[in-house]
């Protein structure tokens, strides 16, 4: 694609720990780790799937090598496994694709079966699928390999043979039989550059541009939300939310991060910014699940520290009559009325003389909350 061998030394690896959400990642070499692709002769487990080809990537000074083994037949099985996990275990970590899941589960089947002792115990793997997953979830028709290729490094495939016809091909061959392993060959060796490529784009989300300045490609509304979420304290969370908003972040996304946004700030006690940030989202979209969550968060900051336990109470009880009606478990329903028992009773408990203003807003002058009941502020 678009993106050149040298980048990667541009990738930051505590970005990479953060986004995939893996400590142990941040102390990654990628100039010594290996990228791994295999091809298989089934998508099921066990010990009648063979892994046929096993590709590998890794940088040798300003170079990138492409390795590919390939099994000629199951005779050779041995020999493959034990070169492949010599090549891992002489490695910094693994970069793979969905390779948690798959990749790595179907080698130390084999590997086992074979007597090869597997390497992956103790070595630093960077699973490319599930970061990427989130900094592109919504955005794209799907999160297959070839979809980020495309919309994040400028990379269209020509005569790409699927990898679901790479079990057929290699069985071809076996038999005798015209076959495409060429086909299979390129799809590999594809599959791995584009994981170096990844890595150095997962890299550089937080900084958001490539190292020459240019921007990154991609969602990046989805992007802000993504670094929110693994954001490592408040104040980075907070700042990130505030720029997927700003960004006209949509949908489910939206309103996750206007509840995250609320809450935050009362928690850091910024009471005025809280009220508003709770108002504003129940404004928007008063009746979903999510308002729900706003409403008793608005009752907490009405309880404490505002101190308007009866607009407290009548916003718990907002919530609690919302989620009736949106499926909340009964451990649910009964949480929301324990706090509206306990904040009519505090009422009932420090209930002074009415007062000649009694039944105001907090600051409207008014119940505040019209048809939809009280207001926050």
Not at 14 to 26: E, S, T
Not at 65 to 90: C, K, N, Y
């Amino acid at each position: 694609g678009a993106w050149r061998r040298d980048e990667i030394d541009a990738a930051d690896p505590a970005v990479i720990a953060r986004v995939a959400r893996d400590p142990d990642l941040r102390a990654l070499d990628l100039r010594r780790a290996v990228f791994l692709d295999t091809e298989t002769s089934g998508l099921s487990g066990g010990a009648g799937v063979h892994v046929y080809m096993v590709g590998l990537g890794w940088y040798e000074q300003d170079a990138f090598v492409t390795w590919q083994s390939f099994l000629r037949h199951p005779g050779e099985e041995h020999a493959m496994l034990a070169d492949v996990a010599d090549r891992i275990r002489a490695s910094a970590g693994v970069v793979s694709f969905f390779g948690k899941a798959f990749d790595r589960h179907r080698l130390e089947d084999k590997m086992r079966i074979a007597g090869v002792e597997p390497p992956f115990e103790g070595t630093p793997h960077l699973d490319l699928y599930h970061p990427f997953r989130r900094l592109t979830l919504g955005a794209f028709a799907d999160g297959r390999l070839q979809t980020i290729e495309r919309e994040l490094l400028e990379f269209r495939r020509e005569d790409d043979l699927p990898g679901s016809l790479a079990p057929a091909a290699w069985f071809d061959y076996l038999a005798g039989r015209p076959h495409r392993l060429e086909g299979v060959f390129e799809h590999n060796h594809h599959d791995v550059l584009s994981l170096a490529a990844m890595a150095a784009y997962l890299g550089r989300v937080e900084c958001e541009t490539r190292s020459s300045g240019e921007s990154l490609a991609g969602p990046s509304c989805r992007r802000a939300v993504a670094l929110a979420e693994t954001a490592p304290d408040r104040a980075e969370e907070l700042a990130w939310i505030e720029r997927a908003l700003a960004r006209d972040v949509a949908g489910t996304d939206r309103r996750k991060m206007q509840l995250r946004r609320a809450d935050l700030l009362r928690r850091d006690k910024r009471i005025g910014d809280a009220r508003a940030a709770y108002r504003a989202a129940l404004e928007e979209c008063a009746d979903d699940r999510f308002a729900v969550e706003l409403l008793t968060g608005a009752s907490m900051l009405m309880e404490r520290p505002v101190g308007d336990i009866e607009h407290a109470r009548l916003l718990a009880q907002r919530a609690a009559d919302l989620a009736r009606g949106k499926g909340a478990t009964q451990r649910q329903l009964a949480s929301l009325q324990a706090r509206v028992d306990r904040l009519a009773l505090r009422v009932r408990e420090h209930r002074a003389p009415s007062p000649p203003d009694q039944g105001r807003d907090a600051s409207s002058g008014g119940d505040g909350g019209g048809a939809h009941g009280p207001a926050v502020s």
